[in-house]
């Protein structure tokens, strides 16, 4: 069974800094995009950043130059570096991963909270 862990949400001021990661488990042939979505309370759930198996990175416009996303094939886990953060990322953040076992599947973690405070 495919698992997608994540962990490093927190409190932290405006202004600081985060770490996201994100592991994937189980058994699986190849891990194609993987992703961090957001959900604000109230909101729907947003693309924040996305990585390619090749390493080809994008971001939402709210959150360039200031999220880093990576990734290490190797260990299945992607990494989101979250700096000079704002009142208005704080939400539930989701990683998520297109993995091909059988089939190719669309995965999600079970979500971790970043709060910012002022």
């Known amino acids: 069974q495919v698992q997608l862990v994540e962990s490093g949400g927190g409190l932290v001021q405006a202004g600081g800094s985060l770490r996201l990661s994100c592991a994937a488990s189980g058994t699986f042939f190849s891990i194609n995009d993987m992703d961090w979505y957001r959900q604000a309370p109230g909101k729907q759930r947003e693309l924040v950043a996305r990585?390619?198996?090749?390493?080809?990175?994008n971001y939402a416009d709210s959150v360039q130059g200031r999220f880093t996303i990576s990734r290490d094939n190797a260990k299945n886990t992607v990494v989101l570096q979250m700096n000079s953060l704002k009142l208005e990322d704080t939400a539930v953040y989701y990683c998520?991963?297109?993995?091909?076992?059988?089939?190719?599947?669309?995965?999600w973690g079970q979500g971790t909270q970043v709060t910012v405070s002022s």
């Open positions: 998520h991963a297109q993995i091909r076992t059988q089939y190719q599947g669309s995965y």
């Open positions: 990585i390619t198996s090749a390493g080809i990175t």
